[in-house]
């Protein structure tokens, strides 16, 4: 009965920034991890970035310096802030809550014109 919601996407150009939002409908304390994924067309879907209960956090060398991930356990709520965004960023991202089975939202399309 879990349910994760991501927001914040959209259209920007190379260079921008962009903080997508996934709000779980229940407490992500109850989660091991919380993470995003994305898939672009043509492409299996990757891992960006997870956090751990413990604030411990991993990145895909793709996007370390650039992306962070962060939660706020009261809010129930896991960010992604996207800086310094480019054209290969475009993808449906994907909010991800890993407990004793994975949990998805629905997507959000980020895309990064040139």
């Known amino acids: 009965q879990v349910q994760l919601v991501e927001s914040g996407g959209g259209v920007v150009q190379a260079g921008g920034s962009l903080r997508l939002s996934c709000a779980s409908s229940?407490?992500?304390?109850?989660?091991?991890?919380m993470g995003w994924f994305r898939q672009a067309v043509g492409t299996q879907r990757e891992l960006v970035a997870t956090?751990?209960?413990?604030?411990?956090?991993n990145y895909a060398d793709s996007v370390k310096g650039r992306f962070t991930i962060s939660r706020d356990n009261d809010k129930n709520t896991v960010y992604l802030q996207m800086n310094s965004l480019e054209p290969e960023d475009t993808a449906v991202y994907y909010c991800?809550?890993?407990?004793?089975?994975?949990?998805w939202g629905q997507g959000t399309q980020v895309t990064v014109s040139s």
């Open positions: 991800n809550a890993q407990g004793s089975r994975a949990y």
């Open positions: 956090i751990t209960t413990g604030g411990r956090t």
């Open positions: 229940r407490s992500i304390l109850g989660f091991s991890a």
